[in-house]
């Protein structure tokens, strides 16, 4: 059986967590992150649109690598690769949905916040975890102490992290990436100015190099 490919946790040290209100929005949003360095976009399922946006820019962005997010259930997961999503996320984890992805054959970020969540996770084969929400669950402080036990899986953290904790997460080893909506601020996307969010995303890129470095 064909293994998922993870590329999209590897692209790039961070995957921004998309909410795209307006469909026109999506392919030039898109376009300024792959061009801003950031080719793995998680397109969370929660505009109308969502399933639209996912579709305009799998046709029309190649360089970017798109998923979905806020994936629940087994229907959604489907929907979303129909429309060409490569990758899923789910803030939570469940056997449902642990089984549509090995059935898609799709790669699945599940998300996790205690052992006993990712004790489940890790039965059912999945070797990366979505460590969700991160920060009120003990932040960096909590991923550090699951490197103990869970020596062999990476997280990939998502909520609350920003410029200012960034380095945090990242210089811990048993971090891969980590998410956030911090690159696409509301104002910008409202405003349309696509070339400051490739600037907040090149800076952020090189900010997460940076950091990955020193480590
Ligand atoms: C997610 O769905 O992963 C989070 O909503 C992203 O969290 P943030 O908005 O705090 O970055």
Redesign the pocket.
Known sequence: MTQPNYDFVTAAPIVP?LVIDQLEHAVPLAKALVAGGLPALEI?LRTECALDAIEAIAAAVPGAIVGA??VCNRAQLLECQNRGARFI?S?GSSDAIFQAAHDAQLPLLPGVATASEIIHAKEAGFEIL?F??AEINGGAKALKAYSGPFYDLQFCP?????PDNLADYLALPNVIAV????ITPKSAMQAGDWSKITDIARQAVALAHGIRNAA
């Open positions: 967590v969370t997010g806020t996320v803030p979505k969700f929400p998502t909520g609350g992290i920003g998410g956030g909506s911090w």
